[in-house]
């Protein structure tokens, strides 16, 4: 499984990516394929935040 960290790091280097082909005019749809999958990785940061947060009240950890 993939940490939220790692996640995050993949999150924060897609959104650079996407913000650079904005900048450099590049085809709307280059940007919009890395829109979705930010959006796909975004959402797995949710749902590994989402599993955190009941396997704290079992004593569980995110990270493992």
């Not at 650079?20 to 796909?40: C, G, R, T």
């Not at 749902?47 to 995110?62: A, I, M, P, Y």
Request: glycine share 4%; charged share 35%.
């Amino acid at each position: 499984m993939t940490t939220g960290t790692s996640l995050e790091i993949q999150i924060e280097q897609l959104r650079k990516k996407m913000y650079h082909a904005y900048e450099n005019n590049e085809s709307y749809d280059h940007i919009i394929k890395i829109s979705q999958k930010l959006d796909d990785l975004l959402n797995k940061l949710d749902n590994l935040k989402k599993t955190h947060k009941l396997n704290e009240k079992s004593g569980g950890r995110l990270y493992r």
